[in-house]
């Protein structure tokens, strides 16, 4: 599977991925158009999270050596109760 993120291709395999996300899975198992391409656009999200997600799913663990990774305006809200 390829995973399309502006310039950014990321390859992985897709029974890794799967297994480990629920999002991946629905995308690329059911009649989604993912599973007849082996591809998904993720344009909204940053490459850097998208690679340490792939890092975890294939190690278990991923690098704090990476660049740091800065949330967007807007990425988490607080809302009073």
Known sequence: MTIHYD??????????????????EKAFTTSFKESASHAIELPEDD???????LEFFYT??????AK????????ATLEPQ
Do not use: M, T
């Open 7 to 24: 310039k950014h291709n990321f390859k992985a395999h897709r029974a890794i991925v799967c297994a480990q996300s629920p999002f991946f």
């Open 68 to 75: 740091k990774i800065s949330a967007k305006p807007f990425d």
């Open 60 to 65: 278990g663990s991923y690098s704090d050596n």
């Open 47 to 53: 490459p850097d999270i998208l690679e340490r997600f």
